[in-house]
């Protein structure tokens, strides 16, 4: 990782972000010859962008959520939660009402 004192990147601070940004240059920025601080390239989830991970967790989530709405849909209204346990039982599913949603 290189390393940049204070003057130095004041004079060339378009050119060290430019080199940052589109070649992820990473630099240790020193004052009187002492590390001070880290110059590096922001996480993608970290831009103000959601990441892709967070992406596919939530459309896992909503995928999740449509299938437990179908599922659900033809059941009586008033099922009780013991009554709804045991058909997830019978079905090889959590048993644990609470775990479950």
């Not at 709804?84 to 079905?91: I, L, N, R, Y």
């Given at each position: 990782?290189?390393?940049?004192?204070?003057?130095?990147?004041?004079?060339?601070?378009?050119?060290v972000m430019?080199?940052?940004q589109m070649q992820g240059a990473r630099y240790i920025?020193?004052?009187r010859?002492?590390?001070?601080a880290q110059l590096a390239p922001?996480?993608?989830?970290?831009?103000?962008?959601?990441?892709l991970n967070e992406q596919k967790m939530a459309a896992r989530a909503v995928a999740e959520i449509r299938a437990l709405r179908q599922?659900?849909?033809n059941?009586?209204?008033?099922?009780t939660q013991s009554v709804?346990?045991?058909?997830?039982?019978?079905?090889g599913e959590v048993g644990d009402l609470g775990r479950r949603l």
């Open positions: 990782m290189a390393m940049i004192g204070v003057r130095e990147l004041k004079i060339r601070v378009t050119e430019r080199e940052v920025i020193t004052y010859g002492k590390p001070v922001l996480e993608e989830g970290l831009r103000g962008e959601p990441c599922k659900l849909a059941w009586p209204a008033d099922l709804v346990a045991a058909h997830w039982e019978e079905e």
